[in-house]
């Protein structure tokens, strides 16, 4: 039954991936807190190193309470299979690893989360893995980026630090053109407001972290396939296509089929690179999922609200929401995330870069932390903080100009959020 993925989403965000424990019926899903699991002799062990057999060999690869979340996960993405990672950032790695290698290259959105942005740059550099970033409204541009070493497209369903809708079915379309798979990060979206793999996304990577989890306890991430991808069609993926001599020479794909990927990401990325989540924080994350579509409904909500109520105010200069009607992607809410345009959005204050620091001291209930999708409501300045180091015009051309506040609206009562924004608003001002 938790495995039935045509119940409805409230159904699977409580049941998928969890059986009541076979050995002592457990209702909640147990912390398995092993390293390892006994073989039940040698036959059992040579069948489940050989991907004969489904089963537990060592936590860095498998482990029941991870399994369970990822399992979860999946259902709710509507993917064929799906593993956790220690991160967000992990996640983003382990899902381009079984694509790529030195010379080749992404093509990848200008509008990213920051850390993101740092880690296609900074670090794939290291990897001799080239990032191309492209303006994602330009489809002729993301078309024309694309080469014959591109071996993925990356975007962020709803994009940090908030008020852009990338228009999923386009670039979708450009990429089962060219052949390449489509990677989206839907952390700020969750699947309850978009379903990417339904948009044509071939991966789809999380931040755990975030809305999924939803309390603020856990650091981790995910990678879910939609199981659609032809990786031997072209002969440009040859770690799921060819024998892999990191697994003694197995063809993935041609072994596996639709869940080539999934079992590359276990049996060769997770053992290899080790990027495992713990099973300690795997079921603070199934504690949390369980609520995610009353969250997100609340979250949607007030921010809806909230930013309405910020852009009639005066001492407000712009307010970058989607789900207003002022937003240049409103259109792109009904079809893309036609639940909500999500929680998070920037502020442009009249009162400057010295205004937005006096209102981020002066907010009571939103809380000033580098940190988004919690059930608390968040704050951040840009400008004095994540983006420091950038200079002004680096700023402005990545939303975060010097009078520019972050918001992620939380789940509390909105009126009171809103008494809390007035508040602090009078003391930017004064
Ligand atoms: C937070 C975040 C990440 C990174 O996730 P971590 O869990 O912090 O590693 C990646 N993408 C987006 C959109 C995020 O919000």
């Excluded at 029941?64 to 990822?70: G, I, Q, R």
């Excluded at 790529?100 to 850390?115: K, Q």
């Excluded at 590359?264 to 495992?276: E, K, N, Q």
């Excluded at 409501?377 to 010097?402: C, F, K, M, N, Y």
Aim: charged letters at 15%; glycine letters at 10%.
């Amino acid at each position: 039954m938790s495995d039935d993925n045509t119940l409805a989403f409230d159904t699977l965000q409580v049941h998928a991936g969890a059986e009541p424990d076979p050995a002592t019926g457990a209702r909640q899903v147990p912390i398995y807190q092993t390293t390892a699991y006994v073989f039940r002799d040698a036959d059992h062990a040579a069948a489940l190193f050989n991907l004969q057999e489904v089963g537990n060999i060592y936590s860095r690869l498998t482990n029941p309470t991870v399994s369970a979340l990822a399992a979860r996960i999946t259902a709710l993405e509507g993917g064929a299979g799906g593993v956790c990672t220690s991160s967000g950032h992990a996640a983003q790695i382990m899902a381009l690893y079984p694509l790529m290698g030195p010379g080749l290259n992404i093509v990848a959105s200008t509008r990213l989360y920051g850390g993101t942005y740092t880690q296609f740059t900074q670090v794939f550099k290291r990897f001799g893995w080239e990032t191309k970033f492209v303006d994602f409204d330009d489809t002729a541009a993301v078309e024309a980026a694309i080469d014959d070493n591109t071996r993925a497209i990356f975007c962020e369903t709803i994009a940090n630090p908030g008020g852009y809708i990338t228009d999923l079915d386009a670039i979708s379309a450009i990429a089962d053109k060219a052949g390449v798979p489509l990677v989206v990060d839907n952390t700020s979206a969750t699947p309850y407001l978009c379903r990417p793999i339904e948009h044509g996304a071939t991966l789809v990577v999380h931040s755990v972290t975030k809305y999924l989890t939803g309390n603020g306890t856990v650091t981790g991430g995910a990678i879910v396939d939609s199981g659609k991808f032809d990786w031997s069609a072209s002969g440009k993926f040859p770690s799921l296509s060819e024998p892999e001599p990191a697994y003694h020479g197995l063809k993935f794909h041609e072994a596996l089929g639709p869940m080539a990927y999934t079992f590359y990401s276990i049996a060769v990325g997770l053992r290899d690179l080790g990027m495992t989540m713990n099973p300690q924080g795997a079921h603070y994350s199934l504690m949390g999922i369980e609520t995610l579509s009353l969250r997100m409904q609340k979250h949607v909500e007030n921010a809806g609200k909230i930013a309405a109520w910020l852009e009639a105010d005066p001492r407000v200069e712009a307010v970058t929401y989607p789900g207003l009607a002022s937003s240049p992607y409103h259109d792109r809410v009904a079809r893309i995330v036609p639940k909500g345009a999500g929680a998070l959005f920037t502020v442009a204050l009249k009162s400057g870069y010295e205004g937005c620091v006096k209102f981020v001291g002066a907010l009571d209930l939103f809380s000033h932390v580098a940190n988004l999708g919690d059930t608390r409501s968040l704050v951040i300045h840009p400008a004095s903080t994540t983006h420091r180091q950038l200079s002004a015009e680096q700023r402005a051309a990545a939303g975060a100009a010097d009078n520019v506040v972050r918001l992620s609206i939380g789940t509390e009562d909105a009126d009171d959020l809103i008494a809390d924004l007035d508040q602090a608003l009078a003391k930017a001002s004064a």
